[in-house]
């Protein structure tokens, strides 16, 4: 019996259960710092902004703490997103990755940090490399909201929201005092190795924290012991935060972010895809990625009738995104420079009113983003450079004006929290060669409803639907040039903004033994952003494209697993997803939707023994996905025939030696499976033994 058959078998079984990994593998962390005894019962803000805890909170939503991060070592943030219910984890080359939220990837998905935005004027609504330029190391938890979140978070909130909080320790006591954090890991399949050195001093009132991660990745083993070359990379960053608390009811904190990827291989431009003799480039390098993130916040707990938290964040993200590619078989050398400079200002107020549990959060967001691009063309025989026009349209800029507010009711067992946000662009694209000046202005009213139902202590019933907006940004607007997948990218102005209309129903449940939590959801998506085929061939080869409102898409799905406690010491969980979509073209069939995920999850228990060992055998498994769009089928990064189905045997083994020193044992993809996730651009890791050792101080 086939693995495929099997998964198949076991869907209706697993699917009666429900619990996020965060619940199944490792007890959250909360902003103190502390682990939280409950899993349920960890506090969290993303989906609502305010306090509440994973059992109140309407929205399905996971949380991924330090813990887990410190056991996986990761080679980016992303690689967690593995196991979670929702989710799904796409790779198209080492060092980049990408979570599927329902369905949904990119710029569908509205990714923060320390709730400023990631997502920028260039963020591909396809795979796209962005979220690799934020540390894992430097993470303290990730918070994934499943579902269009659009009163509270706005554009690009369609398939959810992923927030990452970075560390931010807490110390005590009146006078000054410090602490450390050595950390190293090694993989096998790599032979990389990770360190990070961390650092904070000061006392209750003061706090000045930071450190510095290195990362060395070499070329990739994938099953069966073959080695893709080049896939190695490095990777450098450093952080930097200062909290100052004035009084008990207020506090400022600075923060400073750096990471860089001075070379990364694009592994599926250089490498024959499915259907390609030659790969598609002699070149493809990222030379160099970067992200730089400046950020203040100040938060002041206020006695009065108009708030009882204020909280403001200024920001500044610079993200560079240079390359230097050469078509296969062709001279020409190219060096791209092109840079998105996003400032934003954020102002929040959270409101109680009447009865105990009602409050109002109600807010204003602005962001400015401008975008610089160039490029230099070299011709490799005769020396000879001239200057071209760059990908996106040099000094393009998108600017947008928000404002929101939801209202949380609180009647004993029931609680309705519902929504609206007014939101308006200004996008301009300076004239070229190629197109006219574009100025658009589109702005939207958006809003969602959430309702809980508490049907007995710790039994809740939830129901969601929100209607979600994107407008089209620079990338999608603008691009010039070689895109993957062997196209060319040419540009169109003329494009209206996205939306979604959200529906969920769930349950979650908390007991002395169980943790679950279930959910089915429908997506119906309009005035779809993608990928048009001309019909036309560069000389290089190369099938030309142009973004487009080409479709209508139908997304739905269903997300579970279980966590099952007998004893203090062992437990047992299980994951599952579901998800399946269609679309409707305006010139043609209903066909399947891109990149849709297939059956996946995760099986496994967690042992703790004495002396602090702790036991982790988990399988990971999805099954096979046949169901391909036409884009699908030209994509040489997918196999025509469909991605195979595959399960993974792995263990996690740890000692809590001492209050200062833990140390683990890594043994991933013990069958050595060769296999791809779908819609990945290079084969999975192979068998990896993998070491990591924490030194506090």
Do not use: C
């Amino acid at each position: 019996m086939g693995f495929t058959r099997v998964g198949r078998l076991l869907a209706p079984l697993l699917l009666l259960f429900a619990a996020p990994v965060s619940l199944a593998s490792s007890q959250a962390s909360g902003e103190d710092g502390e682990e939280l005894e409950r899993p349920m019962e960890s506090v969290i803000v993303t989906a609502t902004r305010k306090e509440e805890t994973l059992l109140e909170v309407a929205e399905a939503v996971a949380v991924i703490g330090s813990d887990d991060i410190k056991r996986l070592a990761p080679e980016m943030l992303a690689e967690m997103m593995r196991g979670v219910p929702g989710a799904f984890f796409q790779q198209t080359t080492p060092g980049q990755g990408i979570p599927i939220i329902r369905g949904l990837k990119g710029s569908q998905v509205l990714h923060l940090v320390d709730g400023m935005r990631l997502n920028n004027a260039f963020f591909r609504n396809a795979p796209n490399q962005y979220l690799g330029l934020v540390d894992a190391y430097a993470t303290g938890r990730v918070e994934v909201v499943r579902g269009s979140a659009p009163s509270l978070y706005g554009a690009d909130a369609m398939g959810g929201v992923v927030q990452i909080l970075s560390r931010e320790p807490q110390l005590s006591g009146d006078s000054w005092r410090g602490q450390g954090r050595l950390y190293g890991s090694y993989n096998s399949v790599d032979s990389s190795l990770v360190a990070r050195a961390e650092g904070a001093a000061g006392h209750e009132d003061t706090t000045i924290s930071g450190g510095v991660t290195w990362q060395d990745h070499g070329n990739r083993s994938t099953g069966g012991g073959n080695t893709v070359r080049p896939s190695g990379y490095d990777v450098r960053a450093a952080d930097l935060k200062w909290r100052q608390a004035f009084g008990e009811r207020a506090e400022l904190m600075l923060s400073v972010q750096f990471l860089e990827q001075p070379k990364s291989p694009r592994v599926d431009e250089l490498v024959p895809g499915f259907g390609q003799e030659q790969p598609s480039s002699e070149q493809y390098w990222f030379e160099p990625n970067r992200r730089e993130f400046l950020h203040a916040r100040y938060r002041l707990d206020g006695n009065t009738r108009w708030f009882s938290r204020f909280e403001a964040h200024l920001a500044r993200q610079v993200i560079t995104d240079d390359r230097r590619t050469q078509d296969f078989g062709e001279p020409v050398i190219t060096d791209e420079a092109a840079d998105s400079t996003l400032d934003g200002l954020t102002v929040q107020f959270n409101t109680p009113w009447g009865d105990v549990g009602n409050e109002l959060v109600w807010g204003f967001e602005y962001y400015t983003d401008e975008v610089r691009s160039s490029r230099q063309r070299t011709d490799g025989t005769t020396g000879e450079s001239r200057a071209a026009r760059g990908r996106f349209p040099d000094g393009s800029s998108m600017d947008s004006l928000a404002a929101y507010a939801s209202n949380r009711w609180q009647w004993n067992r029931l609680s309705l929290d519902a929504g609206l946000r007014y939101s308006t662009f200004d996008i301009r694209l300076p004239a070229s060669a190629e197109v006219n000046a574009v100025k658009l202005a589109p702005s939207d009213l958006t809003g969602d409803v959430h309702l809980g139902f508490e049907l007995s202590p710790g039994l809740r019933l939830m129901a969601n639907v929100g209607r979600g907006f994107r407008p089209p940004n620079i990338f999608d607007l603008g691009t010039l040039g070689s895109r993957p997948g062997n196209r060319f990218n040419v540009p169109n102005p003329n494009l209206e903004p996205e939306t979604v209309w959200s529906y969920d129903a769930g349950l979650k449940w908390s007991s002395v033994r169980w943790e679950l939590e279930a959910f089915a959801w429908y997506a119906d998506y309009r005035d779809k952003i993608s990928s048009r085929f001309t019909g036309e061939v560069t000389p290089e080869g190369r099938l030309v494209v142009r973004s487009d409102n080409l479709n209508e898409a139908t997304l739905y799905g269903l997300e579970s697993g279980v966590r099952y406690i007998p004893n203090e010491s062992f437990e047992v969980y299980a994951v599952l997803n579901y998800t399946r979509g269609e679309e409707r073209g305006v010139e043609g069939p209903t066909v399947p939707a891109d990149r849709v995920p297939p059956l996946n999850g995760r099986l496994g228990l967690i042992w703790e023994f004495i002396n602090g060992w702790r036991f982790e055998p988990y399988l990971d498994f999805a099954s096979s996905q046949d169901r391909l769009s036409p884009r699908d089928l030209r994509d040489p990064r997918i196999d025509p025939r469909g991605t195979a189905g595959f399960g993974t045997l792995n263990a996690l083994l740890s000692w809590q030696a001492s209050d200062a020193i833990s140390t683990g044992l890594r043994l991933q993809n013990l069958g050595d499976k060769r296999y791809r996730e779908h819609g990945s651009g290079i084969d999975a890791a192979g068998r990896n033994l993998g070491l990591w050792l924490e030194i506090g101080f």
